[in-house]
């Protein structure tokens, strides 16, 4: 059995690798090209930063089934029981606009599922947020080491985080629930990356953030985070926690929520 430090070390070199491709951002290079949905965008450095973040996980630990956003899932031969769920570039429309919230989500689960160690790295922002179970969450900016605690209890003025689905028929259910949501709230963010929204409300910045319909490589290593800061978190059920894939979005309460545990009951359960 291999020790969450162990594999948190594997996943902050993945992800440390994914997030060097996007660092190398260059405008002229994206070849950008539409997904089916209208604004499910994929690029170049989409594919370029999976490829880096596989290569780092199969070279540490070729047993273990990988799960990306652009390849799908992939197992070898005689498999560990690990599985890593990886998103290259979470956040690929601000990354195409230059918008510095994106990153590379790299995460990791054991056979029955739960998350062991989880790392994002937003390269223009300069900040690593990690954990592995039970050590707590963190984060590396500027040359410091800081743990994460989640929100200030009782803070005024509290800021919801959510987004929004490429697809109409979701997002006009989303739309529904929001007003539900900003009940207590002072305002709402919409910063376009899962993943970094669930690291913004593990070290305070967000209040809270609520989600309905999320993949897993959205949220695997963000809720993570979320929850070893002390945060109440809500994950959807996976369709399979082996093989990786759809969640069960098409739920109604397939909400991926996190926030101060007094928070809770402001989310559909």
Request: overall charge negative; glycine content about 12%.
């Amino acid at each position: 059995m291999t020790s969450p430090t162990d594999l948190l070390e594997v996943a902050k070199a993945a992800a440390g690798a994914g997030a060097a491709v996007l660092a190398g951002r260059n405008a002229e290079a994206l070849q950008a090209s539409n997904k089916g949905d209208a604004g499910d965008w994929v690029t170049a450095f989409d594919v370029a930063a999976e490829h880096a973040v596989r290569d780092v996980i199969t070279a540490a630990r070729p047993g273990d089934a990988i799960t990306g956003e652009e390849h799908g899932t992939t197992r070898p031969a005689e498999p560990t029981g690990y599985r890593w769920s990886i998103d290259p570039l979470d956040g690929t429309t601000n990354f195409i606009r230059n918008i510095v919230y994106y990153a590379t989500s790299v995460a990791v689960a054991d056979a029955d599922g739960a998350w062991l160690a989880g790392v994002v790295n937003a390269p223009a922002l300069g900040r690593v947020y990690y954990a592995a179970r039970g050590q707590g969450a963190w984060l590396e900016e500027a040359g410091r080491v800081t743990r994460l605690e989640g929100p200030v209890p009782g803070r005024k003025g509290q800021i919801l985080a959510t987004g929004f689905s490429y697809d109409p028929g979701v997002r006009a259910e989303q739309a529904v629930f929001l007003a539900g949501l900003m009940d207590g709230f002072a305002d709402v963010r919409r910063l376009g990356s899962a993943a970094l929204d669930l690291c913004l409300v593990a070290d305070g910045t967000h209040d809270a953030y609520g989600e309905r319909g999320l993949n897993e490589h959205d949220f695997s290593a963000g809720a993570l985070i979320a929850e070893e800061a002390g945060c109440w978190v809500r994950r959807p059920r996976l369709a399979s926690p082996l093989e990786g894939g759809p969640t069960d979005a098409d739920r109604l309460d397939a909400w991926t929520c996190a926030g101060g545990l007094e928070l809770s009951g402001k989310f559909p359960l």
